[in-house]
């Protein structure tokens, strides 16, 4: 994605193959997925369960399930590689330059331990600080993340917050360690729409102040749209298509991203949307285990030609920064 | 309606078809919890017309969920009726809502909780039609038909739930719905579990059998987006009670209370980006505690319009237009 290939990205991730291990052989959950994230740029994972957005998420942080491993390819953060780092040192970066906020912050905050000492906690986890600055870093994220009466919420525990107001905190927690890489996985799926966009707003405001680097993994093209600089579009473990927002959402080459967007509702206020049908994708995404040698939207997609079937489609760079894995001539005119 | 002349598989008596698939009127829910009582429900009208949809929509803790509850006699009524067919439905004893169950069925947000994981999917669809009194060969041959009308293959009868996909598993709910040819099926965020590549499928299927079944829906989703296309009528609902009503061509057209209008502009869009976020209206606030609601205008404590008189009196649903109702002061 890199718009200035010369410079050096953040995080870059090199034809990264993850196989499940299951009896038999092992079956891969990602095949050679690559992508690069600028710093201080937003990048968007986008895809449907089971493309393996989320899976992509816990192989940079080293979070994969123990029925998971990383097969083959590189994974570099900041210049150091990933794939091969200690148990431990993962752990000292997952404390501090990689944070990560979940889908459902009620699972992923402690039920016992107040909002106060949970911020704190994270705080000395990065930084070996005292108690008392700790307090301090956490009061202020609590405030810069928009909680009202951050002071009196800090002896909270998380079940008297509401879901937009636990998902503040997660943000929260993650800036306390002023990370390098924040990763959100689904931020917003949980939260009802009048709350999304308070947390869309706020996470477009703390990239602006703080220059930070974000990934975010969604379903949702909406809200790639309003929060992304760079998009990858993955499919049952491969990446289809990746490139600038505009040209992903504006000038989408791939067959999957065309039906994506196709079939992603669109209105506005004074405009009644015609009573027709959806626009759908028929079919269904290729299970774990039967996805075949060539590309694996081959059997939904209406471009499909001879060929597609048997062997995989090279990926064609259209600019600089937009590149596309699909065979078909037509599609990328 | 009486339980010896009642054929399970002929087409329900409707009576003349003016009478309303669903007609509930001032229909209060109270919930006794821990925390007190927690008035869900506020005294609320819906009408839906025989083979049209009505789409109730709000966000979580609004209420709409426990008016799908009410009416299908899954939690007690407090006050209000609602009638199912010309059928009263409130007061019904377990014995007196079995014969009326054909009327009305329900399809889940959770296709993989709502189907019993180990009975074959043959099973599970005639279960409905056995208890009803449908001999076994002939609940199995419709069991077959309607998976057939769903797109799912007549194989499927002899499947376990977990070979099937989300989307797989919403068809099988909805062939179990159709099973008794209900008049009413109460729809709770159907397609909310679900990819967007699939909701698509889906919402397109229940429009279709709509079309061959005249079938009515209540259609319950806290996304607008979704029901921009299935509903006939749209009922929008915050803290218990309806803040406005009206045909699906005068909500999009001109949306007037502003509970309604930041829903709508709330959704994120493809056509805007992160530039523009700072600048969108948005909602500030969370919902207030249902246990202990605003005076006056629920709304109020998060509406950029508010004023004194919000406070003090609460607005009643008045008629905005010759399909539109609105409760607010000062609407658009």
């Keep these: ?333 | 309606m009486n339980a010896a002349s009642f054929d399970p598989l002929a087409k329900q008596d409707i009576g003349a078809p003016q009478v309303p698939a669903l007609d509930v009127r001032g229909l209060s829910v109270d919930i006794a919890t821990s925390r007190g009582v927690l008035n869900a429900v506020r005294g609320i009208d819906l009408k839906i017309r025989s083979g049209e949809t009505l789409a109730l929509v709000g966000e979580s803790g609004c209420g709409k969920s426990t008016v799908a509850k009410a009416i299908t006699g899954l939690h007690a009524v407090t006050n209000g009726s609602a009638h199912i067919c010309g059928h009263e439905v409130t007061a019904l004893s377990r014995r007196q809502w079995r014969p009326l169950r054909a009327l009305v069925q329900m399809i889940f947000q959770d296709p993989f909780a709502s189907l019993n994981p180990r009975k074959r999917i043959g099973s599970i669809l005639s279960e409905t039609m056995r208890v009803n009194g449908v001999p076994k060969q002939q609940a199995m041959q419709r069991s077959a038909e309607l998976l057939e009308r769903v797109g799912l293959p007549k194989t499927a009868l002899r499947s376990f739930p977990h070979e099937f996909s989300g989307g797989q598993r919403q068809r099988i709910g909805i062939a179990r719905a159709l099973a008794l040819q209900p008049r009413l099926i109460v729809c709770d965020e159907p397609v909310s579990a679900l990819d967007v590549s699939v909701q698509g499928q889906i919402v397109n299927l229940l429009m279709d059998l709509q079309k061959t079944e005249n079938v009515a829906y209540l259609f319950i989703s806290h996304d607008l987006s979704v029901v921009q296309q299935i509903s006939d009528q749209i009922a929008v609902m915050y803290l218990g009670r309806i803040v406005e009503a009206g045909s699906r061509e005068e909500i999009w057209s001109a949306p007037k209370h502003p509970y309604t209008r930041a829903l709508i502009d709330s959704v994120p869009s493809l056509d805007r980006r992160r530039k523009d976020l700072s600048l969108r209206p948005y909602l500030a606030g969370d919902l207030p505690s249902p246990y202990n609601p605003p005076s006056g205008c629920a709304f109020r404590t998060r509406c950029a319009k508010a004023q004194a008189i919000c406070s003090d009196i609460r607005p009643e649903l008045q008629s905005a237009g010759s399909k539109h109702l609105v409760a607010c002061h000062f609407s658009d």
Excluded: W
Aim: charged share 20%; net charge neutral; with cysteine.
């Design chain 1, 1 to 333: 994605m890199a718009q200035t290939e010369d410079m050096q990205a953040l995080l870059d991730i090199r034809n990264l193959t993850v196989n499940l291990l299951r009896s038999g052989a092992p079956v891969d959950v990602l095949q050679d997925v690559s992508f690069s994230i600028q710093a201080g740029r937003v990048v968007a994972v986008v895809g449907e369960s089971g493309c393996g957005k989320s899976i992509t998420a816990s192989s940079i942080v080293g979070l994969l399930p123990p029925s998971m491993q990383i097969a083959s390819g590189q994974i570099s953060f900041d210049g150091e590689d990933l794939v091969g780092a200690s148990e431990r040192r993962l752990r000292q970066l997952r404390a501090k330059s990689m944070a990560m906020v979940f889908q459902d912050p009620m699972t992923s905050l402690n039920p016992l331990m107040t909002i106060g000492r949970q911020l704190q906690e994270a705080a000395i986890m990065a930084f070996g600080c005292s108690t008392e600055k700790a307090d301090e870093i956490a009061l202020s994220m609590l405030q810069k993340v928009g909680i009202p009466d951050a002071v009196s919420r800090l002896q909270e525990y998380p079940h008297s917050l509401s879901g937009g107001m636990r998902q503040r905190v997660m943000i929260a927690m993650a800036l306390c360690r002023k990370p390098k890489l924040l990763i959100a996985d689904e931020p917003t799926t949980a939260l009802d729409v009048t709350i999304q966009l308070q947390i869309l707003r706020l996470l477009a405001d703390l990239q602006a102040e703080l220059s930070l680097t974000i990934l975010i993994i969604t379903h949702n093209l909406g809200v790639v749209a309003e929060l992304a600089d760079d998009v990858v579009v993955m499919y049952a473990g491969k990446v289809v298509e990746s490139g600038g927002v505009d040209e992903i959402l504006k000038t989408p080459k791939h067959p999957y991203t065309r039906a994506l967007l196709a079939a992603t509702p669109r209105f506005a206020i004074g405009q009644p949307p015609e009573r027709i049908a959806f626009k759908e994708i028929k079919g269904t995404v290729p299970e774990l285990g039967k996805r075949g040698p060539g590309c694996r939207f081959e059997a939904r997609c209406p471009a499909s030609e001879p060929g597609c079937a048997a062997s995989a489609p090279e990926t064609v760079r259209i600019t600089a920064s937009h590149i596309v894995a699909c065979r078909s001539r037509e599609m990328l005119q």
